[in-house]
């Protein structure tokens, strides 16, 4: 997560153009984005920025890599 919210394509974050995907793909409703905890202040800076309005939570991930996946369907 680190390297896709640090690096721009175009003058966009990498991290912009994968939700981006999510954003506009029909079939998808809300997305929970899981993060390093002190990266949910830009991460949220980042989803008001380019209106991503299907993203419903930023939260942090959990203590391993193991972790975040279920963390996000916490919510």
Same mark, same amino acid.
């Given at each position: 997560?680190? @390297?896709?919210?640090? @690096?721009?394509?175009? $003058?966009?974050?990498?991290?912009?153009? +994968?939700?981006?995907? @999510?954003?506009?793909?029909?079939?998808?409703? =809300?997305?929970?984005?899981?993060?390093?905890?002190?990266?949910? $202040?830009?991460?949220?800076?980042?989803?008001?920025?380019?209106?991503?309005?299907?993203?419903? =939570?930023? +939260?942090? $991930?959990?203590? +391993? #890599?193991?972790?975040?996946?279920? #963390?996000? @369907?916490? $919510?």
């Amino acid at each position: 997560m680190l @390297f896709e919210t640090v @690096f721009e394509l175009h $003058g966009k974050p990498l991290i912009v153009y +994968t939700l981006e995907k @999510f954003q506009n793909h029909q079939d998808i409703d =809300a997305i929970v984005v899981v993060c390093l905890k002190s990266w949910i $202040g830009k991460l949220e800076k980042l989803v008001n920025t380019y209106d991503l309005n299907k993203v419903r =939570a930023v +939260t942090p $991930g959990g203590e +391993t #890599r193991k972790n975040p996946p279920f #963390r996000g @369907f916490l $919510g």
